[in-house]
């Protein structure tokens, strides 16, 4: 088990997601990551080992700016764990970030294809199939999220959390599950996402 924490709001996102990582750490992981928005580009930070490193990395969060963001605690189950497998995941652009509970049963049929279209991948995870194919849909549909994300569920098998942000809609985190938990906390200061309520 592991976790996943989103935010969007007034507050900057990197410290709350910080905070609410370490109220899942009772799960177990192996790695902890974050990616937020800092109002032209989406950054990311990961590190294997306990998430006090990656405070330590951010100084708390302090040195990635931004309102909105996804942050992961990872188990792994495809990919070692080490800072390459950490979540979030991007596409080669760094346009789209991933971080992903579960497993995506096809990714390796669904990997060849996207290889065989020339896309690169740099981790060994099977998470990293659902940050290119968004990718390779949102070229499809012309930047159309919802149904760049539909297309996606149709062609993934296996169970999922999924938490994602799009650098072009800056405004929003998208969310979407199957057979692994996510739940939507909603605040006058801003919305969460979560794998469980603490
Ligand atoms: N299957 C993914 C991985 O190995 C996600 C693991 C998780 O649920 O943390 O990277």
Known sequence: MCGIV??????QAAPVLLDGLSKLEYRGYDSAGLAIY???????????????????LTHDGSTMPGTVGIGHT??????EPNDTNAHPHFNEARSIA????????????????????????????????VAHLLDYYCKKTQGEVIETITEVMHRVEGSYALGILFADC?????????????????????????????
């Not at 989103?6 to 507050?11: L, Q, W």
């Not at 096809?106 to 740099?122: A, E, H, S, T």
């Not at 800056?170 to 469980?196: E, F, H, M, Q, T």
């Open 170 to 198: 800056p405004d929003k985190v998208y969310a979407l599950r199957k057979d692994s938990p996510l739940i939507v906390g909603k605040s006058a200061d801003g919305n969460l996402i979560a794998s469980d309520v603490p």
């Open 74 to 79: 990872r188990w792994a189950t495809h990919g």
């Open 6 to 11: 989103g935010y969007i709001g007034k507050r």
């Open 98 to 129: 991933v971080v992903h509970n579960g497993i995506i049963e096809n990714y390796i049929k669904l990997k060849k294809k996207l290889v065989d279209r020339g896309y690169r991948f740099v981790s060994d995870t099977d998470t990293e199939i």
């Open 38 to 56: 800092d109002g032209s580009a989406i950054n990311i930070q990961k590190s294997t080992g306990r998430l006090k490193v990656l405070s330590e």
